[in-house]
T-cell receptor, first 113, second 117 residues
Framework: KAGVTQTPRYLIKTRGQQVTLSCSPI?????VSWYQQTPGQGLQFLFE???????NKGNFPGRFSGRQFSNSRSEMNVSTLELGDSALYLC????????????FGNGTRLTVT | AQTVTQSQPEMSVQEAETVTLSCTYDTSESNYYLFWYKQPPSRQMILVIR??????QNATENRFSVNFQKAAKSFSLKISDSQLGDTAMYFCAFMKQTQGGSEKLVFGKGTKLTVNP
């Protein structure tokens, strides 16, 4: 089985711009979660989608949004980028029930200048 | 709110030796899951081992085993016969149990493990 695929691997954007990150889950997985990883804050949960519905949400401002398509692929959007949004964004997929392990992608490294 | 604490920012071990990484957590939940993830320089988070809180028996996966002490809220990872490929950041993580759904993972800050030849 192919693993979780995140595109692009690297992004450089300017403050004020917006960005869209993409995540293709493992085939058969219906849950996709997004995490932000920074040296200062560590790994923080952004949101989780299951069957095209947002099921859980972390404590991030409304500039961070996401969606999931009928094929379970997910996109994450960040609008009005700030320098503090520079981070590694990790996507993880799972079957979506408790205790199903999360399978992570290689992440997208976003740099905001 | 749940918190996960990894008190060792960095550790090193000689190849073939054993090392133990510490993790403590705080929760008022009685049913939950605990995980250890590994993140090598490739950036991909890889599940190492997981434990269901209601199971008293400690989980093992080949060279990896845990010491789960529920009353003490402690969940340490033991790596036996360390290999160079074990060099990575190790994250302890907590997930609340829900009925049918899934919850977010709460991660610790990580321990950077270096295996020396």
């Amino acid at each position: 089985k192919a693993g979780v695929t995140q595109t692009p691997r690297y992004l450089i954007k300017t403050r004020g711009q917006q960005v869209t990150l993409s995540c293709s889950p493992i085939s058969g997985h219906r849950s996709v979660s997004w995490y932000q990883q920074t040296p200062g804050q560590g790994l923080q949960f952004l949101f989780e989608y299951f069957s095209e519905t947002q099921r859980n949400k972390g404590n991030f401002p409304g500039r961070f949004s996401g969606r999931q398509f009928s094929n379970s692929r997910s996109e994450m959007n960040v609008s009005t980028l700030e320098l503090g949004d520079s981070a590694l964004y990790l996507c993880a997929s799972s079957l979506g029930d408790s205790f199903s392990p999360l399978h992570f992608g290689n992440g997208t490294r976003l740099t905001v200048t | 709110a749940q918190t996960v604490t990894q008190s060792q920012p960095e550790m090193s071990v000689q190849e073939a030796e054993t090392v133990t990484l510490s993790c403590t957590y705080d929760t008022s939940e009685s049913n939950y899951y605990l995980f250890w993830y590994k993140q090598p320089p490739s950036r991909q988070m890889i599940l190492v081992i997981r434990q269901e809180a209601y199971k008293q028996q400690n989980a093992t996966e080949n060279r990896f085993s845990v010491n789960f002490q529920k009353a003490a809220k402690s969940f340490s990872l033991k790596i036996s016969d360390s290999q160079l490929g074990d060099t990575a950041m190790y994250f302890c993580a907590f997930m609340k149990q829900t009925q049918g759904g899934s919850e977010k993972l709460v991660f610790g800050k990580g321990t950077k493990l270096t295996v020396n030849p």
